[in-house]
């Protein structure tokens, strides 16, 4: 069974950067997606950026392309975002999933890390 889990949060000021780092344990199948999502109190869950485990191609959300990579290393079964010009609004606990497709609703995502806290000070 597949388990994930972040790391790398903390609380930051605007502008700075911050890379989130996902470990993957029990094997991800070269066909499966990697993802980070967000989710800040009051509001849903939302995707933020995908890679494909075995092409290494990557899906951003339009609210973080030009600021956020997403890469992964899969001899360490590693997932990581790197985060630049970070914002106040991109204040949110992340959470690492992984799924079979860009499924719209995190519910179709199979399995999920616990997240990890970032938080971006003005």
């Known amino acids: 069974q597949v388990q994930l889990v972040e790391s790398g949060g903390g609380l930051v000021q605007t502008g700075d950067s911050l890379t989130l780092s996902c470990v993957a344990s029990?094997?991800?199948?070269?066909?499966?997606?990697l993802a980070w999502f967000r989710q800040s109190p009051g509001k849903e869950r939302e995707f933020v950026a995908g890679i494909r485990w075995g092409y290494g191609t990557t899906n951003y959300a339009d609210s973080v392309k030009g600021r956020f990579t997403i890469s992964r290393d899969k001899a360490k079964s590693t997932v990581y975002l790197q985060m630049n010009s970070l914002k106040p609004e991109d204040t949110a606990l992340y959470y690492c999933?992984?799924?079979?497709?860009?499924?719209?609703?995190?519910?179709?995502?199979?399995?999920w890390g616990q997240g990890t806290q970032v938080t971006v000070s003005s």
């Open positions: 999933a992984r799924g079979s497709s860009y499924y719209a609703s995190p519910r179709l995502w199979p399995t």
């Open positions: 029990g094997g991800i199948l070269s066909s499966s997606i």
